[in-house]
Nanobody, 123 residues
């Protein structure tokens, strides 16, 4: 199995930046795509960005140009650099890994999940 641990969440003012990290351990060779999802109060968990093992990335339209996902395979770590943060970015951010897909965007296509880290953006 794979264990994922997120870190880096916190409180930031609108327009500010935050960098999230997700450290993976266990059978990391089973991981293909790694992604970030987020869930705001009263909302469904939504896709944010994904990166394949080879470095291909795709981000949701709502964060394109502001968020950047990256991956360090040697460290088994994925990052999410968040710039120009908006209050609507406020959510619990979850790291996820898929053992079957490289660039999936659906919750059900991910096998492993972190515990989540809170990101709060004040106006």
């Amino acid at each position: 199995q794979v264990q994922l641990v997120e870190s880096g969440g916190g409180l930031v003012q609108a327009g500010g930046s935050l960098r999230l990290s997700c450290a993976a351990s266990g059978r990391t060779g089973s991981m293909y795509g790694m992604a970030w999802f987020r869930q705001a109060p009263g909302k469904e968990r939504e896709f944010v960005a994904v990166i394949s093992r080879s470095g291909y990335t795709y981000a949701a339209d709502s964060v394109k140009g502001r968020f950047t996902i990256s991956r360090d395979n040697a460290k088994n770590t994925v990052y999410l650099q968040m710039n120009s943060l908006k209050p609507e970015d406020t959510a619990v951010y979850y790291c996820a890994a898929s053992s079957s897909y490289s660039t999936a965007q659906r919750v059900r296509e991910y096998d492993y999940w972190g515990q989540g880290t809170q990101v709060t953006v004040s106006s």
